[in-house]
């Protein structure tokens, strides 16, 4: 495939198992964000449309961090939401992203479907969302990921929003799994399972700023 003319690829959840791969060994650059069904969905058009622009002009545009999301449970009503660095108030981080749903690429660890070494020649910005993964499972697969090296060498991670269960307890797990790491970990993002929900390009150089619980992600030229 990496002989073949790139299409794009979008979307997130279960398909990380594919736009991930596709970036480190093809070198496509694929777009995690909304599906196709969020498409037509009218209280979503201002986060879909990063998605439209992308796919007309080959990269998303900057985006800022919502302060409310949609939840599933109660449809129609918006949570306020916070991004937060975790030890910090503020934080920038820039690097050549990649990632996507922690569920799936967590499985994958170990193998040259996740092997971001090479893609660790530049600085890289690492970004997962928890889908399913209760409060210990979630501990697991990031210590399972900082034990096999997967974590090492980044220039920042970002973590988004949790539709796991046990959310209360989220914040301690990632704590716990996180503590220690010599570069910024910013939390509540707006990625994944978890509505509204960012564009990221892999294989996009990008930018996150955060500060005082609001956020700005810009994209720059130059893909994989």
């Known amino acids: 495939m990496a002989r073949l003319p790139p299409k794009w690829l979008a979307g997130f959840s279960d398909i990380s198992t594919v736009l991930t791969p596709l970036t480190l060994l093809a070198g496509w650059a694929t777009l995690h964000g909304p599906n196709l069904f969020d498409l037509g969905n009218p209280q ?3 986060e879909n449309s990063a ?3 992308a796919l007309r002009h080959g990269l ?4 800022g961090h919502y302060t409310a999301f949609w939840r599933w449970d109660a449809p129609g009503e918006r949570y306020p939401s916070t991004l937060r660095v975790l030890g910090a108030q503020r934080a920038r981080m820039a690097g050549r992203l990649i990632g996507g749903c922690l569920d799936t690429l967590s499985r994958l660890q170990g193998s040259p479907y996740f092997d971001l070494r090479a893609f660790k020649r530049e600085p890289a910005l690492l970004y997962l969302e928890n889908c399913e993964l209760r409060p210990c499972e979630l501990l697991r697969a990031l210590l399972g990921l900082r034990l ?4 090492d ?3 920042g991670l970002v973590l988004g929003r949790s539709s796991g269960p046990d959310a209360l307890s989220y914040s301690r797990a990632l704590e716990a799994a996180l503590d220690g790491l010599p570069y910024p970990v910013a939390v509540d993002a707006d990625i994944g399972h978890v509505p509204p929900q960012w564009t990221l390009m892999n294989g996009a150089w990008a930018e996150l ?3 005082a619980g609001q956020a700005t992600l ?4 130059g893909c994989a």
């Open 51 to 53: 998605l439209l622009h």
């Open 44 to 46: 979503r058009m201002e």
């Open 60 to 63: 998303p545009p900057q985006q």
């Open 148 to 151: 096999s090296g997967a974590l």
């Open 209 to 211: 700023e955060v500060d």
């Open 153 to 155: 060498g980044l220039s």
């Open 218 to 221: 810009r994209f720059a030229k």
